[in-house]
């Protein structure tokens, strides 16, 4: 391989790999975690509380980013049976860090009809959340209300939990901030079109983003093989 060869090669080889470089430094970094979150509930006939799992994604979608909120265990239970589509659940979710808001999601009714004395099973809450400042944020559980047969149960967290989502967003134009207030800027959406983001860590996005690092890499090498063979071809 002449010298000239060789050169626009380990070129090539560079500029791709200096690529997959970028695209990693690019990714926005991302920490979930399953949390326990113990609600005390307020209910028509008393006082009660019960302890859940709570997991916190996010996907991006246009200019925001649409938030799931997923209970693994239900929280509160009716006297009496509940008949399909007798309750209705709805949530905050509390972000800290570059900016504060409150993000509401909602759920669809029960599916089925719940027995009596059974803890309620909660349907995954769904709602988009806009940043007004770029940075990193977090996600905690937050207020959880139960409406049913014309009653409505408001469940608190009363153990102070940690976060179930830590991320880097972006907000559109660029705004940067460290900690300002802002208002709620949320509401129920559909899907589609969306990109995903890391959603159980970055193990994720490393796993993502490692593949396609190592095309980019095996597409140097074709391109290194290639010459070589094109060398060869004009020696001969």
């Known amino acids: 391989m002449s010298d000239r060869i060789r050169s626009t090669a380990l070129l090539i080889a560079s500029a791709l790999a200096g690529s997959a470089a970028a695209v990693l430094a690019a990714a926005p970094a991302a920490h979930a975690d399953v949390v326990d979150v113990k609600y005390d509930c307020k209910t028509p006939i008393g006082d009660k509380s019960a302890v859940s799992p709570i997991d916190i994604k996010a996907v991006k979608e246009g200019e925001g980013y649409k938030l799931t909120m997923s209970f693994q265990k239900g929280v509160s239970s009716s006297p009496v049976e509940l008949g399909k589509g007798a309750m209705s659940p709805s949530a905050l979710i509390v972000v800290k860090g570059a900016e504060e808001a409150s993000v509401p999601v909602s759920g669809p009714a029960n599916a089925e009809a719940a027995p009596a004395n ?17 940075g990193k944020v977090t996600f905690t559980a937050g207020v959880l209300t139960i409406k049913a047969l014309g009653t409505t149960t408001t469940c608190t967290p009363g153990n102070s939990p940690k976060a179930s989502l830590e991320l880097d967003v972006t907000a559109a134009g660029g705004a940067t901030g460290g900690g300002g207030t802002s208002g709620s800027t949320a509401g129920n959406t559909s899907g589609g079109g969306s990109e995903s983001l890391p959603q159980t860590g970055p193990a994720d996005s490393a796993l993502a983003l490692g593949t396609l690092g190592g095309t980019v890499l095996l597409t140097g090498a074709a391109g290194v093989l290639w010459l070589t063979r094109r060398g060869q071809r004009a020696r001969s």
């Open 118 to 134: 059974t803890p309620i099973k909660i349907s995954d809450l769904s709602g988009t959340y806009k940043p007004k400042k770029s």
